[in-house]
């Protein structure tokens, strides 16, 4: 792997952003309380009313609460992966990805989703230092060496079946919605007092693509699909374990989440994580530092 030494400051300056961004969220209130209020499309919505999302629908705050439980749990994955990438381990290359991936991905869920408050330039210092340390921790994987890192026991074919899944079903999960929302002249139900769905345009303008994108090039043996599976399998790990921490932070809110729901989009996710976590094991123990020669 190749050596990126911007990382030895930009990891600890995402662990130091994440910290103080999911700490505040969690722990932040200042005695406030909910209040209704009515969106430009007409929709009454409950606002949380206090600490730093007291702009946001306690639906809102809820899933940020999650995401946040999340960020401070995964900090040790960050450091420990960081620790053995800099002693030249791909495994830990690939875990170190996966986890700027998701803390890029709650930076712009910070700094675009969240209304905006007192630690907006929080958001965008970790929207920024994420996107960049997961750009050079990118690059750093040797591309064309990867297909000859792997074990011939690497469940290809059930990643790339994973892959086409996962993505297929966030486009359509999310995009009934919007189609729903469409074809009744109404507002997607995610919307809340938001003027734009910034979570959809992330997950279906990009990790649905992507997913479906790492599916054919693993099939293909093309280098590309090995590191975009890897990363996108560890990644939605990650996130499988941020669903279940939004709907527990929702529940406790009191939001109220139709079996429907419950079973649809949370269940599904659940389910996905754990798939996820399964192919990511399989993926790093099928995963060398060396060359494998097979006869």
Request: a positive charge; aromatic letters at 12%.
């Amino acid at each position: 792997m190749k050596n990126q030494p911007a990382l030895n400051w930009l990891v600890p300056l995402i662990a130091i952003l994440a910290v103080v961004a999911a700490a505040a969220g969690l722990f932040w209130q200042d005695g406030g309380s909910p209040y209704t209020f009515t969106t430009l499309y007409g929709e009454t919505v409950q606002i949380y009313g206090q600490g730093v999302y007291d702009h946001d629908t306690v639906f809102n705050t809820g899933a940020s609460q999650g995401a946040d439980v999340v960020a401070l749990l995964a900090l040790p994955l960050l450091f420990v992966s960081f620790m053995f990438y800099r002693r030249d381990s791909l495994r830990a290359g690939f875990l170190l990805v996966s986890a700027l991936a998701y803390y890029l991905y709650y930076g712009a869920s910070l700094g675009f989703v969240v209304a905006y408050n007192n630690l907006y330039l929080v958001y965008l210092a970790l929207f920024s230092a994420s996107f960049f340390a997961f750009v050079l921790a990118l690059t750093a994987i040797n591309l064309p060496s990867l297909p000859a890192r792997f074990s011939p026991r690497l469940p290809r074919r059930g990643m790339a079946i994973f892959m086409f899944v996962v993505g297929v079903g966030v486009a359509f999960i999310w995009l009934s919605d919007v189609i729903n929302a469409l074809t009744t002249n109404g507002v997607p139900q995610a919307l809340g007092s938001h003027i734009a769905l910034v979570t959809y345009t992330l997950d279906v303008g990009i990790i649905a693509p992507a997913c479906i994108l790492a599916g054919i090039l693993i099939l293909r043996r093309a280098p590309l699909g090995y590191l975009l599976t890897g990363v996108m399998t560890m990644l939605l790990a990650l996130v499988g374990a941020m669903v279940i921490g939004q709907t527990v932070m929702q529940l406790n809110l009191g939001v109220q989440l139709s079996t429907g729901q419950l079973i649809g989009q949370v269940g599904t996710w659940i389910i996905l994580g754990g798939i996820a976590v399964w192919l990511s094991i399989s993926f790093l123990r099928n995963l060398s530092n060396s060359a494998i020669h097979t006869n």
